[in-house]
């Protein structure tokens, strides 16, 4: 849309696949990447069992894991696949790379994040959205007619990785790293969410909803011992 | 699991493809069937080059990524549309894979010669221009494009001078610039009015008129070719008709779909050289090919066929 008043376009008319092609791109990395799904389902079961005990040697596991799966799919699924037909996309992977850099910086320090042990609300939402992410979110492409060959499995494609990082970060600790990791996933999900729309996907509100989600966590306030 | 060929079975895979897609496409057209369902020509002004007046449009529709399956279905859109007698197919830098998913399918029907193959530089750098079209022709697999045009006007003063350059040697045929949307004509008129220019392509389609007023008759009186992009509004057009009853007097021009309704609307206007459609159904390719025959409306039916459409 170079050198045009792109504002003046309607949504529908930014989008440059169909909703056949964007299925396909999942299905093909489920195929190409099979079974890595069983290691990521296994991987994202055990960083849930963490955080429902976590100490400073779990939460550092954790971090790294997101670290690693943050580049994998920045890497294997935005670079090697979506970029090809969405030029946009070209742009965005990098910035995956960028927040793998932070997860991984983080990782390397004892005291980088600290995860609650006591419940709260906050924390309640946090190990809510991390297990949608890791057992429900997997489920929307069969529920929503693009079958099971095209689930979207953690750390393997980026809606639930954004969405597990999401909760994470909702409830870490100290919070200025905490909002500095929940910015890109909270963008890309957003434009996951509006990508999703435009293409008439009937699950197009889970990444808006999941945002929202974990905004209203962040800014909850926190409970009265750890303030 | 697919397991890895041998070299002679994969040779054998690519041959019985080509015969699946030659069959195909000899069905759509059978025997003595195929002369007399050739499409209607334009010669586009000043050229003498004659194109079917119905072409192939591939924004979303070809950007397939490498996805083998999706890859064979736009082969059989092409197949379908060269086997109906279409020509000119048109693309983008701006695309994504559809390029490369071109160059897949004409490498596959052995098409290169059939095709008209018309395409855009993209690029805000006039340096880049040259590098980018040397790409999307590696893209294609032709020789050379035969039409190159500045893709949304984009940095279109400095691209022109390389295309006419271009022109000159012979590296391309023929040039032009595009817009969609109905945006900057004012700044389409501008060129056209300055500048010696074989092609411009604007959307044009029974709702959106816009081009009518000024830039149709301009590109007309200067012996500039029109094709006419989102002739169905990417699809929006169609779905609003959809369900609505085709008015009995459609018969008159042969138009028994509401695509082959809009289709004649516009390659009837005098001044368009041929409509580009993109569609991945071979169906459809079939059915906005049958809309390049005669009977075409003549002026009067076609304000009555816009009149119609408004009033739905």
Same mark, same amino acid.
């Given at each position: 849309?170079?050198?045009?008043?792109?504002?003046?376009?309607?949504?529908?008319?930014?989008?440059?696949?169909?909703?056949?092609?964007?299925?396909?791109?999942?299905?093909?990395?489920?195929?190409?990447?099979?079974?890595?799904?069983?290691?990521?389902?296994?991987?994202?079961?055990?960083?849930?069992?963490?955080?429902?005990?976590?100490?400073?040697?779990?939460?550092?596991?954790?971090?790294?894991?997101?670290?690693?799966?943050?580049?994998?799919?920045?890497?294997?699924?935005?670079?090697?696949?979506?970029?090809?037909?969405?030029?946009?996309?070209?742009?965005?992977?990098?910035?995956?790379?960028?927040?793998?850099?932070?997860?991984?910086?983080?990782?390397?320090?004892?005291?980088?994040?600290?995860?609650?042990?006591?419940?709260?609300?906050?924390?309640?939402?946090?190990?809510?959205?991390?297990?949608?992410?890791?057992?429900?979110?997997?489920?929307?492409?069969?529920?929503?007619?693009?079958?099971?060959?095209?689930?979207?499995?953690?750390?393997?494609?980026?809606?639930?990785?954004?969405?597990?990082?999401?909760?994470?970060?909702?409830?870490?600790?100290?919070?200025?790293?905490?909002?500095?990791?929940?910015?890109?996933?909270?963008?890309?999900?957003?434009?996951?969410?509006?990508?999703?729309?435009?293409?008439?996907?009937?699950?197009?509100?889970?990444?808006?909803?999941?945002?929202?989600?974990?905004?209203?966590?962040?800014?909850?306030?926190?409970?009265?011992?750890?303030? | 699991?697919?397991?890895?060929?041998?070299?002679?079975?994969?040779?054998?895979?690519?041959?019985?493809?080509?015969?699946?897609?030659?069959?195909?496409?000899?069905?759509?057209?059978?025997?003595?069937?195929?002369?007399?369902?050739?499409?209607?020509?334009?010669?586009?002004?000043?050229?003498?080059?004659?194109?079917?007046?119905?072409?192939?449009?591939?924004?979303?529709?070809?950007?397939?990524?490498?996805?083998?399956?999706?890859?064979?279905?736009?082969?059989?859109?092409?197949?379908?549309?060269?086997?109906?007698?279409?020509?000119?197919?048109?693309?983008?830098?701006?695309?994504?894979?559809?390029?490369?998913?071109?160059?897949?399918?004409?490498?596959?029907?052995?098409?290169?010669?059939?095709?008209?193959?018309?395409?855009?530089?993209?690029?805000?750098?006039?340096?880049?221009?040259?590098?980018?079209?040397?790409?999307?022709?590696?893209?294609?697999?032709?020789?050379?494009?035969?039409?190159?045009?500045?893709?949304?006007?984009?940095?279109?003063?400095?691209?022109?001078?390389?295309?006419?350059?271009?022109?000159?040697?012979?590296?391309?045929?023929?040039?032009?610039?595009?817009?969609?949307?109905?945006?900057?004509?004012?700044?389409?008129?501008?060129?056209?009015?300055?500048?010696?220019?074989?092609?411009?392509?604007?959307?044009?389609?029974?709702?959106?008129?816009?081009?009518?007023?000024?830039?149709?008759?301009?590109?007309?009186? $200067?012996?500039?070719?029109?094709? =006419?992009?989102? !002739?169905?509004?990417?699809?929006? /057009?169609? %779905? &609003?008709? +959809?369900?609505?009853?085709?008015?009995?007097?459609?018969?008159?021009?042969?138009?028994?779909?509401?695509?082959?309704?809009?289709?004649?609307?516009?390659?009837?206007?005098?001044?368009?050289?041929?409509?580009?459609?993109?569609?991945?159904?071979?169906?459809?390719? $079939?059915?906005?090919?049958?809309? =390049?025959?005669? !009977?075409?409306?003549?002026?009067? /039916?076609? %304000? &009555?066929? +816009?009149?119609?459409?408004?009033?739905?």
């Amino acid at each position: 849309m170079g050198g045009s008043a792109w504002w003046t376009y309607r949504p529908e008319d930014l989008l440059m696949f169909s909703p056949r092609v964007y299925a396909r791109l999942f299905e093909l990395h489920n195929q190409a990447l099979w079974p890595a799904q069983l290691l990521g389902l296994a991987l994202g079961g055990v960083a849930l069992a963490v955080l429902l005990r976590p100490g400073p040697r779990g939460t550092r596991l954790i971090v790294a894991l997101l670290a690693v799966a943050w580049a994998f799919v920045g890497w294997a699924f935005l670079w090697q696949r979506y970029a090809p037909i969405h030029w946009g996309i070209a742009y965005v992977a990098p910035l995956f790379g960028l927040q793998a850099l932070l997860l991984a910086g983080l990782s390397t320090l004892r005291a980088g994040l600290h995860l609650p042990r006591r419940w709260s609300v906050r924390r309640g939402i946090g190990i809510g959205l991390f297990a949608y992410a890791l057992v429900l979110h997997p489920l929307v492409a069969p529920a929503t007619g693009r079958g099971l060959a095209g689930a979207e499995i953690l750390g393997l494609t980026p809606d639930p990785l954004a969405i597990a990082t999401l909760g994470v970060t909702a409830m870490a600790e100290p919070a200025r790293r905490a909002w500095a990791l929940l910015a890109l996933p909270a963008l890309w999900c957003l434009q996951s969410g509006f990508t999703l729309y435009i293409l008439g996907e009937p699950g197009a509100w889970l990444p808006l909803l999941a945002v929202i989600t974990a905004l209203v966590a962040r800014c909850w306030p926190a409970p009265a011992a750890q303030r | 699991m697919a397991l890895p060929l041998p070299p002679r079975l994969l040779l054998s895979r690519r041959r019985l493809l080509r015969g699946l897609l030659a069959a195909a496409a000899a069905s759509a057209l059978p025997g003595a069937l195929a002369r007399s369902a050739e499409p209607l020509t334009r010669t586009l002004p000043g050229t003498g080059v004659a194109l079917p007046r119905v072409g192939l449009g591939s924004w979303i529709t070809f950007n397939v990524g490498d996805d083998p399956l999706l890859l064979e279905a736009c082969t059989a859109v092409m197949a379908a549309f060269f086997a109906a007698g279409g020509r000119l197919i048109d693309s983008s830098p701006m695309y994504g894979t559809s390029q490369a998913t071109i160059g897949h399918a004409l490498k596959q029907l052995q098409a290169v010669e059939r095709v008209y193959a018309a395409d855009k530089v993209w690029t805000s750098s006039r340096d880049a221009g040259p590098e980018q079209i040397e790409a999307s022709r590696q893209a294609w697999g032709v020789p050379r494009f035969d039409l190159l045009q500045v893709h949304n006007l984009r940095g279109w003063e400095g691209h022109l001078e390389t295309l006419q350059a271009m022109k000159a040697t012979g590296e391309v045929h023929h040039l032009g610039i595009t817009t969609s949307h109905g945006r900057r004509h004012d700044e389409v008129e501008h060129i056209l009015r300055r500048v010696s220019l074989d092609s411009v392509q604007l959307t044009y389609n029974i709702v959106d008129r816009e081009a009518e007023r000024r830039l149709l008759p301009l590109a007309r009186e $200067r012996g500039i070719g029109l094709i =006419a992009n989102r !002739p169905f509004q990417r699809k929006r /057009l169609i %779905r &609003r008709l +959809a369900g609505k009853p085709l008015p009995p007097w459609a018969a008159e021009i042969g138009a028994e779909t509401w695509a082959q309704f809009i289709l004649k609307f516009i390659i009837s206007h005098p001044a368009i050289t041929c409509a580009i459609p993109a569609t991945t159904q071979v169906e459809h390719v $079939r059915e906005n090919l049958a809309a =390049a025959r005669e !009977p075409l409306p003549d002026e009067a /039916l076609r %304000r &009555r066929m +816009a009149d119609h459409v408004r009033g739905l």
